[in-house]
């Protein structure tokens, strides 16, 4: 069944992109750019993501792809396309393994479907700083998750991007500041193993949805409260059905830059260099931009009535620890791996 709706995904794509001129593979006959001679061909990624375009990280994809079509010379032109409007985080990835023209950005964790040892990335307090980021970017054992993601089809580009610190918020006239005041209450995550698991060790009830759905369920009452960054609560306006935020920065998020691995080796190389380095060159542009924005956000969630609230850091940490021994099919040692990373 999966591997049907991946073939109808990749089909649906491919007439979509037919519908607006193109072939269906991305590519068109060159044309008259701006500032030097037309390339023969001009090759077209989609960019989809499912956060607003307006989300600090979402500006760092499109400035990215300004700076690609202008040292391309309008060669290869990544077109934006926020809020889901494309697919959801799932079904891009699956896009991408189909082969069709699409390059998603998203967290680690819906690349578990394919490698399920990258799921350690999402996992709760792994990193202290996204920094840290880098050094698992340049790994050796990155290195093998990528040759991993290649013969299932996914072409990782990076996954040194700042999403930003995820934390707690719901609805409510209690604070959260130690995990057992989570007891009992019902809290939506990705339907990922290590978020689910980080959520219902804090002693949550966990709901899954895709974040499309999360505003209705909380203003329905179908859950109580979520988790995401600060950007995100407030572009998503998520302040209007949860007035209380608990900053645990319980996981400090990557968001991870893919694409079809077919589909990049159909590039020229020259094109394939470019946008590999204008990736990396925008990593570290994203952890400046969304750090100095976080307190920003703060500052307006709390001008929209949302109360903070600091937390026992310890006793979510410590509650948290046992994620990392409950994920069945991650390798074996695989956190003292990924720590020794980190920490060397």
């Not at 940490?317 to 720590?339: H, K, P």
Request: with cysteine.
């Amino acid at each position: 069944m999966k591997k049907m709706m991946s073939l109808l995904l990749a089909m649906m794509m491919c007439l979509s992109l037919a519908a607006c001129g193109d072939s269906g593979d991305g590519k068109t006959s060159g044309g008259d750019t701006a500032g030097g001679e037309a390339p023969d061909e001009v090759y077209t990624l989609k960019m989809t993501y499912t956060i607003s375009g307006d989300e600090t990280v979402a500006k760092c994809a499109q400035e990215m792809a300004e700076k690609v079509k202008e040292r391309t010379n309008g060669g290869l032109i990544l077109e934006n396309y926020p809020n889901g409007e494309l697919a959801t985080d799932t079904d891009a990835l699956e896009l991408c393994a189909q082969g069709a023209n699409v390059i998603s950005f998203g967290t680690p964790d819906f690349l578990t479907a394919y490698v399920p040892d990258l799921g350690i990335l999402d996992g709760p307090f792994l990193f202290s700083d996204p920094s840290e980021f880098a050094k698992v970017d340049q790994s050796d054992w990155m290195a093998d998750m990528r040759t991993q993601l290649e013969a299932q089809g996914i072409k990782n580009l990076g996954m040194s991007w700042y999403f930003g610190a995820r934390e707690l918020t719901y609805s409510g006239d209690k604070g959260v500041t130690v995990p057992e005041d989570l007891n009992g209450m019902k809290i939506r995550s990705a339907s990922s193993e290590t978020r689910v698991g980080m959520m219902e060790a804090m002693g949550a009830t966990v709901t899954q949805m895709n974040w499309s759905e999360v505003y209705s369920a909380l203003q329905q009452g179908v859950c109580e409260g979520c988790e995401a960054p600060l950007s995100t609560l407030y572009s998503s306006k998520i302040y209007e059905v949860c007035k209380n935020i608990t900053l645990t920065d319980h996981i400090m998020a990557i968001w991870s830059v893919n694409m079809s691995n077919d589909y990049f080796n159909t590039l020229p190389e020259e094109y394939q260099q470019i946008l590999v380095e204008e990736i990396a060159n925008m990593a570290p542009t994203t952890i400046e931009r969304v750090t100095a924005d976080e307190s920003d956000f703060r500052s307006k969630l709390e001008a929209e009535g949302v109360t903070f609230y600091d937390c026992d850091r310890e006793a979510f940490v410590e509650a948290t620890r046992s994620v990392y021994d409950s994920i069945s099919n991650w390798s074996d040692g695989l956190y003292d791996t990924v720590s020794a990373i980190i920490n060397g």
